[in-house]
């Protein structure tokens, strides 16, 4: 090591090879947990992780190792970090990638590359990946020499946590690795170009308070902004001090608890009626944090008919990209909320706005109709809630089991609901839990998963049992693609091409060759059996569900319709 003088401060600097580099970065940054999966172009980094003193879980695939590390990121906040070597390890981690892109999730992702000296020359397990990922991540960097290493890294974490989250992508030839050069992460990054835009302009947020002053139908949208920010006491307090009713969308579930009175539950395509019902009626829509997609409007041109919109989102390009907005705040959603309770004006008479609401809650409740004989799934969501006190951290896939749990299991707190929305990506939910474990050990993690889904990723079990993660693995099995086959019943006259999956594993046997105890269930009662002793034991385990296969999920919105156009609000 040696000392020099900088712009008069005297700075340690040493002189490393780029693998060496890299962990004295990881450990700058106070990584915690690595998930990766090595190979021929990382195998210097590997060798200085051998004895690095930072942990790394193996997955038994990319895509695993990636979509860990949005579970651990989703459940902490902080950047999950990823390696992965060239080629096909580089385009393994693609769907991660843009999975966590659109959902804002910070991740800084390691790829390996060949040696400078033949790139793009298609050389062994080449792969342009930096073109590949540049749409589909915030920012991506290829290291052209090791001296650049601390900057890109220092830049990489500081791009993925800073205003809008989002997965950065670093790529290393792999002479680059083997290179020594002088280390310095003591320099503070400079990026002109780069504009974080995190205080509110004080007389836009002024403008929503006058607007506050004469709406007399107002609803809050809370988006994962709002969870992004930290800003859920800040909503409460908003709550509290106006009376405005909430409406969440899918990824806002637990930025405010669903037991009270004013949240009408989420909105969108499989939200409640009142829910969007508030959104089509109302004068007034506050959104926090939520990028109006399709989704959650269904057809624009219904949507917001009679409101003035207001919209609160740390991306100003987020802000009038789908619906027009008449107050739009741009700026970090706690600090807008805090500027907004400080500008509360008196509010008008909602009164006769709330009881329509609440009368509607109670007339047009979530609902499905036991018959006796099969086990609902809908029903299996409310156990999983009840027998651990919603206290767990649930993870799931996409289809509808993801719409059961997003329905029906209430959560109370925030960063407690890990599920891929934007990309709706199927895979998603058991190395999700993987990395929700290693955030929280303490936790229970719940991975709700369809048997679709999760015959995607499966071979992910093995980590549970190697790193001694107690994931309960709550298997919704309905044998099918159950989203897929709901859509071709109602829309494509009951011609079920390619959605049925009548062959499975026997999923007890093929978890118990992983080490893994499972068992089948078939009703409530032996759920709630099953599930104790799944919830009593420090280890992983799987109970295949048996469910009834020909449930669908209501209220719906069917394609092309309006937010006022649910199908199915009662039985």
């Known amino acids: 090591m040696s000392t020099v003088e900088e712009s008069g401060t005297k700075v340690a600097q040493k002189l490393l090879t780029g693998s060496r580099m890299i962990v004295e970065a990881l450990k700058e940054e106070k990584v915690e947990v690595i998930f990766g999966y090595p190979g021929g172009a990382v195998l210097n980094i590997y060798d200085a992780l051998y004895d690095g003193g930072i942990p790394h879980l193996l997955t038994r695939h990319e895509q695993g190792a990636i979509h860990a590390a949005e579970g651990y990121a989703r459940v902490t906040g902080r950047p999950g970090v990823v390696i992965a070597t060239s080629g096909p390890g580089a385009t393994n981690i693609v769907t991660g990638l843009a999975d966590a892109m659109i959902d804002s999730l910070p991740l800084v992702v390691i790829t390996g590359q060949v040696n400078s000296q033949v790139l793009g020359s298609d050389a062994f397990q080449e792969a342009p990946i930096l073109g590949i990922s540049m749409p589909i991540t915030k920012h991506n960097f290829q290291v052209q020499d090791?001296?650049?290493?601390?900057?890109?890294?220092?830049?990489?974490?500081?791009?993925?946590?800073?205003?809008?989250?989002?997965?950065?992508?670093?790529d290393?030839?792999?002479?680059?690795?083997?290179?020594?050069?002088?280390?310095?992460?003591?320099?503070?990054?400079?990026?002109?170009?780069?504009?974080l835009q995190t205080e509110p302009d004080p007389q836009a947020v002024k403008k929503v308070a006058q607007a506050l002053k004469k709406a007399e139908k107002p609803v809050i949208l809370a988006g994962a902004g709002v969870l992004h920010s930290k800003a859920t006491n800040e909503l409460k307090e908003l709550v509290a001090k106006t009376t405005i009713p909430v409406a969440s969308t899918l990824l806002g579930l637990g930025s405010f608890p669903a037991d009270h009175p004013l949240f009408l539950g989420m909105a969108g395509m499989h939200g409640t009626y009142t829910a969007n019902m508030a959104l089509y009626e109302a004068d007034l829509i506050i959104n926090i944090g939520a990028r109006f997609d399709d989704r959650l409007t269904g057809n624009l041109q219904e949507f917001a008919k009679f409101a003035k919109v207001v919209h609160f989102d740390i991306d100003p390009s987020e802000i009038g990209k789908n619906v027009p907005t008449?107050?739009?705040?741009?700026?970090?959603a706690?600090?807008?909320?805090?500027l907004l309770l400080k500008e509360l004006p008196e509010t008008a008479d909602t009164s006769s706005w709330l009881e329509q609401l609440l009368q509607s809650k109670e007339d047009y409740p979530l609902w499905y109709v036991e018959d006796g004989e099969t086990f609902k799934p809908q029903k299996l969501v409310e156990l999983v809630h009840e027998l651990t006190k919603g206290e767990a951290i649930v993870t799931t896939d996409v289809g509808q089991h993801q719409m059961w749990a997003a329905q029906f299991h209430g959560f109370q707190k925030p960063d407690r609901w890990v599920t891929s929305g934007g990309l709706g990506t199927m895979g998603f939910g058991l190395p999700a839990a993987i990395g929700a474990q290693v955030a929280e050990r303490p936790s229970t993690v719940v991975a709700v998963l369809g048997d679709a889904g999760?015959?995607?990723?499966?071979?992910?079990?093995?980590?549970?049992?190697?790193?001694?993660?107690?994931?309960?693995?709550?298997?919704?099995?309905?044998?099918s693609m159950g989203m897929v086959r709901q859509w071709q019943q109602l829309f494509y006259k009951e011609r079920y091409s390619e959605s049925l999956l009548p062959n499975q594993p026997d999923y007890v046997k093929l978890s118990d060759a992983f080490g893994i105890k499972?068992?089948?269930?078939?009703?409530?009662v032996e759920f709630r059996t099953a599930f104790a002793e799944a919830l009593a034991t420090d280890e992983p385990y799987l109970l295949d569900c048996r469910v009834t296969p020909t449930e669908n999920v209501?209220?719906?919105?069917?394609?092309?319709?309006?937010?006022q156009q649910m199908e199915g609000v009662k039985p």
């Open 554 to 563: 209501y209220p719906m919105i069917a394609p092309g319709k309006g937010i």
């Open 334 to 338: 706690a600090k807008s909320l805090q």
């Open 172 to 195: 290393i030839p792999k002479d680059i690795t083997a290179t020594s050069g002088i280390y310095d992460y003591s320099k503070a990054v400079h990026l002109p170009g780069y504009k």
């Open 518 to 524: 499972a068992a089948v269930v078939h009703s409530e």
């Open 146 to 170: 090791v001296k650049e290493l601390p900057r890109i890294f220092k830049e990489a974490f500081h791009i993925a946590s800073t205003g809008r989250p989002g997965p950065v992508l670093i």
């Open 454 to 479: 999760f015959q995607m990723t499966l071979q992910e079990l093995a980590v549970l049992k190697e790193y001694k993660l107690p994931v309960k693995v709550v298997l919704v099995n309905n044998q």
């Open 326 to 332: 008449d107050y739009p705040v741009a700026g970090d």
